[in-house]
């Protein structure tokens, strides 16, 4: 009996793993994509558009009008829109979606996630053939809207979305991250405002601002609270300094840089600040946004599409009324270590579209994909946040030009702060750069932030953060990101195919139910084989 439970508990261990390793690493039986020659109109199609808004019911209004007039254009596909207000949320969906072949069609997400999806042959689909298809790629003959050529999407921004020698996405909207001030309180403190903000200068003022009065207030503001330097995006911060120090992140072929002397010396600095209260973050503290409207921080780093919640006159203010404080709100760029070589990092959302059986149904995806690039579109929604639109196109088209032109006319569709963040990025699309994107490089991105959080976090615990701090964290992020393990940066076991990284919660749960199923199917089969030699014997 022994020997026949030891072979079927093997038989269905190695099923099991198959299961598992299938569920993790994607489904791997897609023939490549082929464009029709034909869209066939006589067939009905629905398609599936994962997209991400933040509560924002005007982006919702746009997305579901360019739904409404996308179907009216081509009536035999319904496109059915599920929302979500985090992109980490729609990576982790995707991914737990993958084992299952229910992924989306069409999905709005970032190139470092897309790496990622690239988890199984012919997932997600290269665009370069559909690029220059003559019927119906960009600009082509067959679109029944007006589509933009190749030509016509902003450079940088298209590049963006190549890597891995394959165009994998097309860029959706595009911002950076500004510097939203408090410019009242700076000259409060005796400072002005230079024409291009420096780290030194940003630690000079916010460490000025630490100063009480005998009642433990803060002068500068007469409250209890005072944070002057609020960062959204730490691991932005720290690829951004990075960049401008020309030190190392990583390289096109996924060689992980982070761990240098120059993080360290960063991480160093950031402690000293953190240490006296001047600097914190968003994961630490809540949305630079909330402490800048209270006048409780002076420097507030986010992203130009956060615009909208900066500033006392801001039309999505997330604060009561009267914890407003009133002062000027001044948007510049970034802090630089050199202002005569800015540098700042573009992000901001791009579409890619997923392989299924039915080619058909891949070209209903690719066009209603073409269609979120059209004018009417791009402008509208990049009238909802610090956005600008991705095609020439759209940002020389007169509406739109008329819309920058109007800068505070009103504290709605003209906020000032948020026209002006637009301008930032449309003035220095030249200053910006992306990070390589490669097997595992979510991962690296991740960990970059993770050096900060952990560094500001055991200075409030007291902790002493000093070099061999530095060494033992690095050795920390490390391992819990798994940066160190063989074919990180390679593929998978050598074949290529991406890393996962981290699995997400829902993965891991997914997996742990299908771990106790096949425990409490050998449990029965066990008991069943038992009963019956006994009732033989």
Known sequence: MTKFFMRFFLALSAAASLFVLAGCHG???????????????????????????????????????????????????????????????????????????????????????????????????????????????????????????????????????????????????????????????????????????????????????????????????????????????????????LRQKGAGYSTAEGEIRLFNDTTKELLLTIAEHAKTGAFSTFKISSYPANFLNAGQCIFAIDSTAGATWMGTDAPLCDISKDKLVRFETEVMTIPQFDPADPKMISQGPSVCIFNKKDSGEVLASWLFMQYLLTNEVQTAYSETEGYVPVTIKAQESAEYQDYLSRCGEDNGLYYEVKIKAANLLLDNVDHTFVTPVFSGSASLRDSAGQLIENTVKSVRRGQDVNGDFVEELYGDITALYRLDQPGAEEGLSGTGKTDLGKLPATSVILLASLAAAWVLIVLSVIVKEVKKRRNQQ
Request: negative net charge.
């Open 27 to 241: 489904s791997r039986g897609l023939a490549a994509f082929e464009i029709p020659e034909e869209f066939d109109d006589s067939r009905d199609y629905e398609i599936t558009f994962w997209a991400k808004n933040d509560t924002n019911k005007t982006q919702t209004a746009i997305y579901e009008k360019a739904i409404d007039d996308f179907e009216k254009l081509y009536p035999n596909i319904t496109v059915n829109m599920r929302l979500y207000t985090d992109y980490g949320k729609i990576y982790n969906d995707v991914i737990t979606n993958i084992a299952t072949n229910t992924t989306p069609n069409v999905c709005i997400t970032y190139p470092d996630h897309i790496a990622t999806y690239l988890s199984g042959d012919n997932l997600v689909v290269p665009l370069e053939g559909l690029f220059e298809d003559k019927k119906y790629g960009l600009g082509g003959s067959g679109i029944r809207f007006d589509s933009p050529g190749r030509e016509e999407i902003i450079p940088q921004f298209l590049e963006e979305c190549s890597f891995d020698g394959h165009y994998y996405a097309l860029p959706y909207m595009r911002s950076t991250e500004a510097c939203y001030i408090n410019k009242t309180y700076v000259e409060a403190l005796g400072f002005k405002l230079p024409e291009a903000l420096t780290w030194d200068f940003v630690w000079e003022v916010s460490e000025a601002a630490m100063e009480k009065d005998v009642e433990d207030n803060f002068l500068v503001n007469g409250q209890k609270v005072m944070i002057p330097f609020i960062y959204k995006s730490t691991d932005n911060m720290m690829i951004q300094m």
